[in-house]
């Protein structure tokens, strides 16, 4: 009797010793998701600096002209996912359509309700802007343009 009190004493032992093994694998698994998820972060707010400083500068209008009158300017509205928010700018009719997707990527993550990929699209006409080598004027997107950042 006694000895099978001692045995059930130390499978109990053991079981606990496994519980609490995984338990401490658990920690470091959660432990090394956050720091990636730190360090991954990190990353996109450095690239997201980067963007910023490589975005050509919005143009400022010509001989003290009105933007709206600069005859190589487009204004370009963009709405975000949310449909809620809009944020507008101006770009020059010869910028190409990856300078939009590097403005997009400037505004940070919070423009996003699920994901981070998206598409930028003009919703009527329905028009997929994917060929990031076309200039802005090429794709009508001059004199001015309306936007949806559709998550994909």
Same mark, same amino acid.
């Given at each position: 009797? /006694? +000895?099978? !009190? !001692? %045995?059930?004493?130390?499978?109990? %032992?053991?079981?606990?010793?496994?519980?609490?093994?995984?338990? /401490? %694998?658990?920690?470091?698994? /959660?432990?090394?998701?956050?720091?990636?998820?730190?360090?991954?972060? +990190?990353? +996109?707010?450095?690239?997201?600096? /980067?963007?910023? $400083? #490589?975005?050509?500068? =919005?143009?400022?209008?010509? $001989?003290?002209?009105?933007?709206?009158?600069?005859?190589?300017?487009? +204004?370009? &509205?963009?709405?975000?996912?949310?449909?809620?928010?809009? &944020? *507008?700018?101006?770009?020059?009719?010869?910028?190409?359509? #990856?300078?939009?997707?590097?403005?997009?990527? #400037?505004?940070?993550?919070?423009?996003?309700? =699920?994901?981070? #990929?998206?598409?930028?699209? !003009?919703?009527?006409?329905?028009?997929?802007?994917? $060929?990031?080598?076309?200039?802005? &004027? *090429? %794709?009508?997107?001059?004199?001015?343009? &309306?936007? !949806?950042?559709?998550?994909?």
């Amino acid at each position: 009797m /006694i +000895k099978l !009190q !001692q %045995e059930e004493l130390k499978k109990l %032992e053991e079981m606990e010793r496994e519980k609490k093994r995984l338990e /401490i %694998e658990e920690e470091r698994r /959660i432990k090394r998701e956050n720091e990636e998820k730190i360090r991954k972060e +990190k990353e +996109k707010e450095e690239k997201r600096k /980067i963007i910023v $400083n #490589s975005l050509p500068q =919005e143009p400022s209008g010509i $001989n003290n002209l009105n933007l709206e009158d600069d005859p190589n300017s487009t +204004k370009i &509205v963009f709405r975000f996912p949310d449909l809620n928010r809009r &944020v *507008e700018r101006r770009f020059y009719k010869t910028d190409t359509i #990856s300078v939009l997707y590097d403005y997009v990527d #400037s505004l940070g993550k919070d423009i996003f309700v =699920e994901s981070e #990929s998206y598409d930028l699209v !003009q919703t009527f006409p329905f028009k997929l802007y994917s $060929n990031k080598e076309k200039k802005l &004027v *090429e %794709e009508g997107l001059f004199p001015n343009a &309306v936007l !949806q950042i559709r998550e994909i």
